[in-house]
Nanobody, 119 residues
Framework: QVQLVESGGGLVQAGGSLRLSCAASGRTIGTYATGWFRQAPGRDREFVASIRTSGGSTYYADSVKGRFTISRDRTGNTVYLQMNSLKPDDTGVYYC????????????WGQGTQVTVAS
């Protein structure tokens, strides 16, 4: 079984920065990608960014392009989300997730970390 643990959330003023981490542990599985998602109160969960396991290509939601950067460490076991120029609309619970090989969806999720951006 694979476990994902997010960390790095908190309260920040608009214009500030945070760096989220997603650490994977447990059984090693093949994955297509690791993604970050977020859910604001009263809203659906939305895609934020992803990084492909093979090749490291990255993808971003239009709302975060130019402000957020997804990356990973050399082992690939930890994925980061550097968030700069934060806005109140970025407030929400941020989740990381794995897209396992053989599945057509992100199927393994962490518990989430709260990000609050004050205006």
């Amino acid at each position: 079984q694979v476990q994902l643990v997010e960390s790095g959330g908190g309260l920040v003023q608009a214009g500030g920065s945070l760096r989220l981490s997603c650490a994977a542990s447990g059984r090693t599985i093949g994955t297509y990608a690791t993604g970050w998602f977020r859910q604001a109160p009263g809203r659906d969960r939305e895609f934020v960014a992803s990084i492909r396991t093979s090749g490291g290509s990255t993808y971003y939601a239009d709302s975060v392009k130019g402000r957020f950067t997804i990356s990973r460490d050399r082992t690939g076991n930890t994925v980061y989300l550097q968030m700069n120029s934060l806005k109140p609309d970025d407030t929400g619970v941020y989740y990381c997730a794995l897209h396992p090989v053989g599945r057509n969806e992100y199927a393994i999720w962490g518990q989430g970390t709260q990000v609050t951006v004050a205006s």
